[in-house]
Structures are given as C-alpha cells and as structure tokens.
C-alpha cells in the first residue's frame, strides 16, 4: 500500500469518526495538490492514529471540561505521566483475574467443606472403629504371645552366638595380641636397612677424596721443583755466558768499548735475575699446572655428579620413607579406632545381654492395665522415663486411635477435656473450629497480599509501559503500522495494487480535469488547519 492511499484512507476514516464534511474526491485532490500533499500524507501515516485522535464523546466532553475551567485544574492535581489510560483490554483482564480469584476462593471453601464432612464421619464412626479395634488387640495379642515366644529363642541364639564373638574380638583386641607389632616391626626393619644404607652413602660422600688432593699436591710439589729447575738453569746459562764474555775481553784486551754502554748491559743483566723467576713460574704453570689441574677438575666434576645422583636417590628415599610412616600412622589410627569401636560394641552387646527380658506373666500384666481407648491415660514423667528406657521386645504396644490423631494435629493428649464422649467431641468441634478460623485468615491473608503485590507490580507495570510509550512517541517519528495479521496485510497490499492501477487510468484523464479553486482551496485548508490545531492542543492537554 502507497503512502498516499494509506493516508487517504487514514484521513476519509478521521473525517467520517469525527464528523467533518470532508469528501473523498476533496481529499485526493488535496493530497494530489504539489504544494502540501506530501506533507499532508506524511503528517495523515505518521499522526492520524486510534492513540492520537478524540473520538466525538470525547470531543465533546473536552469541550465541555474547558469551558468549566476543569481542564487545568485536573492537569494540576495528577501527574499525567503517571496517569494511565483505562482500556477495554484492562477491564477485561480484571474481570478475568477477578473471576480466577473467586473460582479459587469456591474451590478452597469446597475443600474445607470437604474435610468438615471428613471429620464429622470420623467422629461419627468412632463406636464400630474402638469394637472392632477391640477385636483387633485381641488377635494381636494372641500374635504377640506367638512371636515373643519365637523371638525369646531367636534371641537367645543370637545371645549365645554374640559370646562366642566378644570372645574372638577380646583376643584379637587384647594387649597380648601381637599381631600389629610383628606387622610393625617387619616395616620398620626394611625401613632401618634403608636408613643404614642411606648412613653409608652419606658418610662416603661427606669425606674428601684423598686420591684426588694426593694427585693435586703431587702436582703442585712437582711444578715448584721444575720452576726452581728452570731458573737455576737460566741463571746458570747467565753466569756462563757472562763469565765466556769477560773472559774472552780479557784476552783481546779491546779497550774501544764505550763504558757506558758496558754499564748498561751489565744493568740489563741484573734485571734478568729478576725477572726470571715470575717468568719461569707463569711458564710452567701455563704448560704443566693449568692442563693437570683442568684434567684433575673433569676427573671431579664426574665425582660431583655422581654426588648429585647419590644425593637425588637420597631424596627420593626419604620421600618413600614418609610416605610409608604417613601410611603407616593412617593405618595405626585406623586401627586404634577400630579397637575402640570394637571396645565400645562388646561393652553395649554386654549391657544388652544383661538386661532382663520380661516374662510373659509381666506381659500380661502389662496388657490387663492398658486403659480403655474411651478414656485416655493419663502420662506421667515416671511413664514416659519407662517407655523410653523399654527394650525393643516391648514397643510393639498399639497407641490409640484418638492419641494419634492428636499428635498429627500437633495437640496435647490431654486436649480434649476428662475423657467423656460428649467433652472429646466438643473439644474436636473446637478445635476444628478454631483450625478453620485460622485456615480461612491464613487462606484470606495471603491472597490479599497476592492480589496487592500483583496490583502494585501491574500498576509498575502499566506505568512503565506507559512512560516508554509517551516518551517514544514524544521523542521518536512515527514508524510504519504495521497490522497484526498478516493475511489481512496481504489482502490490503493486493487492494492497494488495484487502487493504483485505477488511478493510474484516472491520471490519463488528470489534465482534462478542473482544479479547484484557489477559494475552496483556502477555505479546505483552513477548516483541516483548525481541526488540526485542535487535535494538537488535545495531544498536549
């Protein structure tokens, strides 16, 4: 659909709701015109809209409100971005969660009545529920006479057979048992050969190597003879040469030798001497020392590693052996705990079997002074100290039907008045009564707080809603509207189609037409100009 149908539609439908005497073909030719028809079918899509337009009630009503100076007065007292518009859609919803609520309400009152006719047939069947509950005890207790018998031997077997095992485990538990010691001592003496071996191994490591500190002295003793050596021989060689040479100038007699020349020869002879000895030294050490000490030093640095692998299995060992002493203390706790278990079982099976069992004289005694389930006993601490202490044989006695149901209702026993019949029925009544009360305030209570806590966050809601829609529309342009089924958008598109091929014959025809006037022109414009004015000031109130 084109813009320029979509707000001539737009505008035929505004004209017709709010009763202008606007034409179809007026408003064509206006949108048509080249002046403002573009703007027209802009302002007609994007603001001619069911949100921004009056209806005529509503028109009127406005006018109405102005006239008395209404208008401002309750633009003052509410906050109009915080009042929201009351939808048909919202009276619906209302009605629908009213209807809810009150389908609940129906439903728990029918549940309530409900149990009322529950119990009002419990406490009217009560007579035939205690005879045939008398008749119950008594074949159970025919059955109890059987199986105590049963259990008596049974428990006396079980008895004998749990002499037998205390007897086992007090000598497997008993300071004489040396089972634990034997298992501790063949760890602990692989542990001490290891800690032995280990004492050895460091023991080696920590001493020098004599070997290598006779060959380092050997080695140095030596260098220092041949330095000696050398520098006697040097001095020596001096000397001869020295001795040759005055000898042979005596013999020739050879006085044209310049004297200071011969004086600083002989100089430089002395200071040989003195520098023979550094000479000959860093010789020697460069030749024979340094080479023997860098083979004597790869000769230790293989000794160093075989160090740091010795001391690396030391610490591997060390390691084994604390894992192993950790594992060890684990399992020694574990084993003290279990003889403490075992101690703390045979002293309670102990107690158990020295217990008396009672007879079945003392049974029957029992049973002769159970009251009647018509009355109820009345407990006292010496009572209830007996039943708690009472062994498992004697906890098969039955509690009464009424006491039970007293302690699933979380009442006292002695609730319901002397025991009478009239007095217990009254006293249930009550505190059905009383429970009824309180499960209708309950019941009531929470759903008044339901319903204000869904009130306020739909009104939060709403309100939101509502602030986000007035600022998108205060804010943003108008986008495209769009409809909700897109069948129907489909059928609207075909029908536009139509619509402009129909005007397209119609424009072959356009120049044969009369124009309007410039005066219905003006006097168009002007009436739409004012409705539009209007439609603003409604917007802004």
Same mark, same amino acid.
């Given at each position: 659909?084109?813009?320029?149908?979509?707000? &001539?539609?737009?505008?035929?439908?505004?004209?017709?709701? %709010?009763?202008?005497?606007?034409?179809?073909? #007026?408003?064509?030719?206006?949108?048509?015109?080249?002046?403002?028809?573009?703007?027209?079918?802009?302002?007609?899509?994007?603001?001619?809209?069911?949100?921004?337009?009056?209806?005529?009630?509503?028109?009127?009503?406005? $006018?109405?409100?102005?006239?008395?100076?209404?208008?401002?007065?309750?633009?003052?007292?509410?906050?109009?971005?915080?009042?929201?518009?009351?939808?048909?859609?919202?009276?619906?919803?209302?009605?629908?969660?009213?209807?809810?609520?009150?389908?609940?309400? $129906?439903?728990?009152? !029918?549940?309530?009545?409900?149990?009322?006719?529950?119990l009002s047939r419990l406490v009217a069947n009560r007579a035939d529920t205690q005879a045939r509950r008398r008749e119950l005890e008594a074949s159970r207790q025919r059955k109890f006479e059987s199986e105590r018998v049963r259990i008596s031997s049974e428990m006396t077997e079980i008895a004998h057979g749990l002499e037998f095992r205390i007897e086992e485990l007090k000598q497997d538990n008993g300071p004489e048992s040396r089972? @634990?010691?034997?298992?501790?001592?063949?760890?602990?003496?692989?542990?001490?050969?290891?800690? =032995?071996?280990?004492?050895?191994?460091?023991? &080696?490591?920590? #001493?020098?190597?004599?070997?290598?500190?006779?060959?380092?002295?050997?080695?140095?003793?030596?260098?220092?003879?041949?330095?000696?050596?050398?520098?006697?021989?040097?001095?020596?060689?001096?000397?001869?040469t020295y001795l040759s040479a005055l000898a042979t100038a005596q013999q020739s007699r050879d006085s044209g030798a310049d004297p200071d020349e011969t004086e600083a020869l002989q100089a430089e002879l002395e200071s040989l001497y003195s520098e023979i000895l550094p000479v000959a030294q860093m010789s020697v050490e460069q030749q024979h020392l340094e080479p023997a000490l860098q083979s004597i030093s790869a000769r230790s640095?293989?000794? @160093?590693?075989?160090?740091?692998?010795?001391? =690396?299995?030391?610490?591997?060992?060390?390691?084994?052996?604390?894992?192993?002493? $950790?594992?060890? %203390?684990?399992?020694?706790?574990?084993?003290?705990?279990?003889?403490?278990?075992?101690?703390?079982?045979?002293?309670?099976?102990?107690?158990?079997?020295?217990? &008396?069992?009672?007879?079945?004289?003392?049974?029957?005694?029992?049973?002769?002074?159970?009251?009647?389930?018509?009355?109820?006993?009345?407990?006292?601490?010496?009572?209830?100290?007996?039943?708690? %202490?009472?062994?498992?044989?004697?906890?098969?006695?039955?509690?009464?039907?009424?006491?039970?149901?007293?302690?699933?209702?979380?009442?006292?026993?002695?609730?319901?008045?002397?025991?009478?019949?009239?007095?217990?029925?009254?006293?249930?009544?009550?505190?059905?009564? #009383?429970?009824?009360?309180?499960?209708?305030?309950?019941?009531?209570?929470?759903?008044?707080?339901?319903?204000?806590?869904?009130? &306020?966050?739909?009104?939060?809601?709403?309100?939101?809603?509502?602030?986000?829609?007035?600022?998108?529309?205060?804010?943003?342009?108008?986008?495209?509207?769009?409809?909700?089924?897109?069948?129907?958008?489909?059928?609207?598109?075909? @029908?536009?189609?139509?619509?402009?091929?129909?005007?397209?014959?119609?424009?072959?025809?356009?120049? !044969?037409?009369?124009?309007?006037?410039?005066?219905?022109?003006?006097?168009?414009?002007?009436?739409?100009?004012?409705?539009?004015?209007?439609?603003?000031?409604?917007?802004?109130?």
């Amino acid at each position: 659909m084109s813009a320029r149908s979509e707000a &001539e539609s737009l505008l035929v439908a505004a004209s017709a709701s %709010h009763g202008l005497d606007l034409g179809p073909d #007026e408003l064509r030719a206006a949108l048509s015109d080249g002046h403002g028809g573009v703007e027209l079918a802009h302002w007609a899509t994007s603001s001619l809209v069911a949100d921004n337009l009056l209806t005529v009630d509503e028109l009127s009503l406005y $006018n109405a409100l102005d006239k008395s100076g209404q208008v401002d007065r309750l633009a003052e007292l509410h906050d109009l971005a915080q009042v929201q518009p009351l939808r048909e859609d919202d009276v619906r919803a209302a009605v629908e969660d009213l209807g809810r609520s009150t389908h609940a309400m $129906n439903k728990q009152a !029918e549940t309530l009545r409900h149990q009322r006719d529950a119990l009002s047939r419990l406490v009217a069947n009560r007579a035939d529920t205690q005879a045939r509950r008398r008749e119950l005890e008594a074949s159970r207790q025919r059955k109890f006479e059987s199986e105590r018998v049963r259990i008596s031997s049974e428990m006396t077997e079980i008895a004998h057979g749990l002499e037998f095992r205390i007897e086992e485990l007090k000598q497997d538990n008993g300071p004489e048992s040396r089972s @634990l010691r034997k298992a501790l001592d063949v760890i602990l003496q692989s542990d001490d050969a290891l800690l =032995t071996s280990l004492q050895k191994l460091g023991w &080696e490591l920590s #001493e020098p190597d004599p070997e290598e500190a006779k060959s380092t002295d050997k080695l140095r003793e030596t260098c220092l003879r041949l330095i000696k050596i050398t520098v006697e021989t040097i001095r020596t060689r001096l000397d001869t040469t020295y001795l040759s040479a005055l000898a042979t100038a005596q013999q020739s007699r050879d006085s044209g030798a310049d004297p200071d020349e011969t004086e600083a020869l002989q100089a430089e002879l002395e200071s040989l001497y003195s520098e023979i000895l550094p000479v000959a030294q860093m010789s020697v050490e460069q030749q024979h020392l340094e080479p023997a000490l860098q083979s004597i030093s790869a000769r230790s640095g293989q000794s @160093l590693r075989k160090t740091a692998s010795s001391l =690396t299995y030391m610490d591997q060992c060390f390691d084994y052996l604390l894992s192993r002493i $950790n594992a060890l %203390h684990a399992h020694t706790e574990v084993y003290n705990a279990h003889q403490s278990a075992v101690s703390r079982v045979v002293a309670t099976a102990r107690e158990e079997m020295a217990a &008396e069992v009672p007879g079945p004289e003392a049974q029957t005694a029992f049973s002769a002074e159970t009251p009647s389930p018509m009355k109820p006993p009345t407990r006292t601490k010496r009572q209830s100290r007996d039943m708690s %202490h009472r062994r498992r044989s004697s906890s098969m006695q039955e509690v009464p039907a009424l006491d039970s149901l007293m302690q699933t209702l979380a009442l006292p026993i002695d609730a319901y008045g002397d025991g009478s019949a009239h007095s217990q029925i009254t006293a249930l009544s009550k505190i059905l009564r #009383e429970r009824r009360m309180k499960d209708d305030s309950v019941a009531r209570s929470a759903q008044e707080e339901f319903e204000t806590i869904t009130a &306020e966050r739909m009104e939060d809601a709403k309100r939101a809603v509502q602030l986000l829609r007035d600022s998108v529309l205060a804010e943003t342009s108008f986008g495209e509207v769009n409809l909700v089924d897109p069948g129907i958008e489909a059928s609207i598109d075909v @029908l536009a189609q139509e619509v402009d091929k129909a005007k397209q014959k119609l424009d072959r025809f356009k120049d !044969e037409k009369v124009g309007w006037g410039s005066l219905k022109r003006d006097e168009f414009v002007e009436r739409w100009a004012s409705q539009l004015l209007l439609c603003l000031l409604k917007m802004e109130y």
